[in-house]
């Protein structure tokens, strides 16, 4: 049963997440999933986390519609879009705990790619682009984790931020209508999970806007280093209660 205490704490979560997207474009499922999980399941967190991104990331696309680079993206996001149904069977199987330890552990492993900024070139990105797009739907909308991937990528290609933000939002849009479809044709998007998502999605609106006020202003260094901070020690508190369990 979803109470006042669990709305509450999941939207503070995710305002932060809304702010995070709207001043570095990335970071969603990353800088929620390891707060949410504290308290709720592995599926609700998954389920409602990728429902209310969808309001996130259409409120980067519309501020960024003029940087998509449409006719490059578009394999990429096909790819997403037909490994999205992997990541819904996934989460409708796996078990609850298992899901726990795989989120926090990759958390974690992802927290680590951004904090060194991993920057490479793409070797074939037409080929490499698909591909990528494929695995990083199925862990999106299986775990609420992937994005930091895709944004490696991108950076790979020489993308300035713009084009980072416009390209992860056009992405994920594509990829989040084949995943809420999925979500409701499997019975994840009960009645409870519906309401925090109606009760949540404000609070995204309020980071973003926050976020577009702000970014001009603030030190997004000491931003970048206090998220991974809270991300680094919730996950470890996750993963470490699950752990001491089995």
């Known amino acids: 049963m979803i109470g006042p205490i669990e709305i509450a704490v999941s939207a503070l979560a995710l305002a932060v997440a809304g702010f995070a997207i709207g001043a570095i474009g990335f970071g969603f499922g990353l800088t929620t999933t390891p707060v949410m999980l504290l308290f709720l399941d592995p599926q609700t967190v998954v389920v409602v986390v990728n429902a209310v991104s969808v309001l996130g990331f259409g409120l980067v696309l519309i501020e960024t519609r003029d ?30 705990s298992a899901l726990r330890i795989g989120i926090s552990v ?6 680590a790619l951004v904090v060194v900024k991993t920057e490479w070139r793409i070797p074939k990105p037409q080929f490499t682009g698909p591909v990528l797009g494929f695995g990083v739907a199925a862990m999106v909308t299986g775990l609420a984790i992937g994005g930091p991937l895709l944004v490696l990528f991108f950076l790979g290609r ?30 994840l998007m009960t009645s409870d999970r519906l309401l925090l ?23 997004e260094k000491v931003f970048r280093q206090a998220v991974v901070v809270v991300i680094v020690v919730t996950s470890t508190l996750v993963l470490a209660r699950e752990v001491l369990s089995l």
Request: aromatic share 12%.
């Open 67 to 96: 940087h998509v680079p449409y006719r490059p993206l578009m394999p990429t996001a096909i790819a997403g879009a037909l490994g999205a149904p992997l990541g819904v069977f996934a989460l409708s199987a796996l078990d609850p």
């Open 197 to 219: 998502t109606a009760a949540t999605a404000p609070a995204v609106a309020i980071g973003y806007w926050l976020s577009v006020r702000l970014t001009g202003r603030m030190n």
């Open 106 to 111: 990759l958390v974690l492993a992802l927290t």
């Open 158 to 187: 020489g993308m300035e931020r713009q084009g980072v933000r416009a390209s992860m939002a056009f992405f994920f849009l594509f990829m989040y209508i084949t995943a809420l479809t999925g979500y409701f044709l499997q019975g």
